[in-house]
């Protein structure tokens, strides 16, 4: 009688090793890098759509660390693998067998509470065939067994989409703000909101701040707007956020 998998028991780790593979070979074309403070500095992804999540996850205010591709799931032994060693040890009792017997996330989150989530990205218009998603359920059990929620995350194929391009706006701000947001600055945007929304156009000219600051005020909390849904433009409606953030939870949209 064939035993049942081990969810609950978690394989070793070396503190040495902050993941379980390298990016996977480009054969030829530019790897693809970008910044993120959560995730320690300079990384390397696999999409540009994997490098738009990064930066959704960098931006996020419940997101307080994260790495990309940290384990991957040995669908056969029913157990999470955190080094190469493991991987490879995994595939030598299995033959060498990958493919199906074999998951690995995208990225991992810890969250401000201290728990951790996973997160797989696909591109839309190339979200797999029903044989991976099958695989991909077969993962998600075990993940959740050893506490690491599933979720997916489809990035729109539309360049024009608001989260992508508020985004690439947003991602930056968050260096800078702390260097440009002078406490008068923030004073003034707070005062002259007090009597209700406004469009950012009209805040701008009257307050006379260049529309390059709107970052800035949004990712700080000065300002909230629905980034989810409209673009960080002239015709933008911002309001006072008071210190909110939760304009900010923008990886929800991409969320099937």
């Given amino acids: 009688m064939k035993s049942a998998p081990a969810y609950g028991v978690r394989s070793r780790r070396s503190s040495e090793n902050a993941g379980v593979r390298l990016t996977a070979r480009t054969y030829g074309k530019a790897r693809i890098g970008t910044y993120a403070e959560k995730a320690g500095g ?6 540009d759509a994997e490098r738009l999540v990064a930066h959704l996850l960098n931006i996020d205010p419940r997101v307080r660390s994260f790495r990309q591709q940290p384990f991957t799931v040995d669908l056969i032994g029913g157990r999470l693998l955190f080094t190469t060693q493991e991987v490879s ?16 996330p995208d990225f991992v989150t810890v969250q401000d509470n201290g728990l951790q ?14 044989r ?35 985004a690439q706006l947003l991602k930056p ?26 469009l ?6 009257d307050l006379e701040i260049a529309p390059g600051m709107i970052p800035l005020l949004l990712v700080s909390g000065v300002l909230q707007a629905d980034l989810l849904h409209e673009h960080i433009c002239a015709s933008l409606e911002v309001s006072a ?5 939760s304009h900010l939870h923008l990886i929800e949209a991409l969320q099937p």
């Fill in 42 to 47: 300079h990384i390397t992804v696999e999409s």
């Fill in 89 to 104: 040890e995994a595939r030598r009792m299995r033959g060498g067998r990958t493919g199906d017997a074999e998951y690995t």
């Fill in 117 to 130: 989530r996973a997160y797989e990205v696909k591109l839309s218009g190339f979200e797999g065939d029903a």
């Fill in 132 to 166: 991976y998603w099958s695989k991909v359920d077969r993962a998600r059990e075990i993940m959740d067994a050893y506490c690491y929620p599933l979720s997916i995350v489809v990035v729109p194929a539309d360049e024009r989409h608001p989260v992508l391009v508020n």
């Fill in 173 to 198: 701000a968050l260096l800078r703000a702390g260097e440009y947001l002078a406490p008068d600055i923030i004073a003034g945007v707070e005062y002259y909101c007090k009597s209700g929304p406004v």
């Fill in 200 to 205: 950012q156009r009209t805040l701008c000219a």
């Fill in 241 to 245: 956020a008071h210190g909110d953030l």
